[in-house]
């Protein structure tokens, strides 16, 4: 999903920003060999941490292999994870290793995990917890030594409340688990992530540097992002593509989001005082104390609607 060198983390984000506990659990989680749990809603880069996961750790040399259980029919789930032998049923012309077996040495990713059907998830946790599996048709079982990364968008201990995920099977991914949180409640990554994002598309199209005018860095400051950092992704992307020149305008940027900037111009209460807040501190050169006195409000109350705001 990202351009990533191995070694450097795909996000960047401010030093107060919820994505620092995410970092920090997974550095320390890089070369053990238990089971990571990782979830948010779509969109905010949970493959992109897997493969830096992945590439950051003892394996890195060893194969990264992927399977996502909700972009695949159920009935080719099983032979695609397991592998099958030749003769397990019709059209079967040869012995097939599946992802488990592919990812010998190195790591599984089982991308929204949640979407398995109640069936598998009994054979997958007997495949997590042994690293032990047999094909279809087989008779002989195969060991594997691979690290288990578990994606989901869907937090898995509402699914096993609901009863559609086996709580056992949760209780073995649940080893180490880290939650994304949306893009709209960390806005002070969001100018870091938006220079790595560029830097990743101008690499990838072999465009010199790209910048965003002061408009539309205000545009992207009122978006919420729905879709999280893939839409912001995509929405650069169109951007670069567009442009006439090396800066990004306004109109360069996706109409959803000029709509909600030109929205947030009526001036909700909450918008009113960002700007107001934003202003002072312009005005007094970032001296905290003489914005607070400026604002009548104090010190310690200054320093909390800035980081609720995400200015720097």
């Not at 994505?19 to 089971?35: Q, S």
């Not at 442009?243 to 111009?265: C, F, M």
């Amino acid at each position: 999903m990202f351009w990533m060198p191995v070694l450097e983390r795909p996000f960047l984000y401010a030093a107060d920003s919820p994505m620092a506990e995410v970092y920090g659990t997974l550095e320390k989680a890089l070369d053990h060999a238990a089971t990571v749990l990782i979830e948010g809603e779509s969109g905010t880069g949970k493959d992109a941490l897997a493969c830096w996961l992945h590439y950051n750790s003892r394996r890195r040399e060893a194969p990264l292999t992927k399977i996502n259980f909700s972009a695949m029919p159920i009935d080719l789930i099983e032979s695609e994870l397991f592998g099958y032998e030749r003769g397990a049923f019709t059209g079967a012309s040869g012995t097939k290793r599946g992802k488990f077996e592919l990812a010998e040495g190195g790591t599984l990713v089982l991308d929204e995990i949640a979407s398995v059907g109640t069936s598998l998830q009994s054979k997958l946790l007997e495949a997590v917890e042994s690293k032990a599996f047999f094909r279809l048709g087989g008779s002989e079982p195969v060991t594997v030594d691979a690290r288990i990364i578990a994606l989901s968008s869907v937090p898995l201990a509402r699914a096993v409340e609901e009863r559609t995920f086996r709580g056992d099977l949760f209780f073995r991914l649940n080893l180490i688990t880290v939650t994304v949180p949306p893009l709209r409640e960390r806005p002070m990554d969001l100018p870091g992530l938006t220079r790595v994002l560029l830097d990743e598309i101008q690499h990838r199209y072999q465009r010199a540097e790209y910048t965003l005018t002061p408009d539309a860095q205000a545009v992207v400051r009122q978006y919420s992002f729905p879709g999280n950092v893939r839409e912001l992704r995509n929405g650069l992307e169109r951007a670069i593509l567009g442009a006439e020149d090396h800066r990004i305008r306004p109109g360069d940027l996706p109409e959803a989001w000029r709509l909600r900037h030109r929205s947030a111009d009526i001036g909700s209460l909450e918008d009113v005082e960002r700007e107001h807040i934003r202003r002072v501190l312009d005005h007094t050169r970032g001296r905290k104390q003489e914005a607070a006195d400026i604002l009548g409000i104090t010190r310690k109350t200054l320093l909390e609607k800035r980081k609720k705001y995400g200015f720097e």
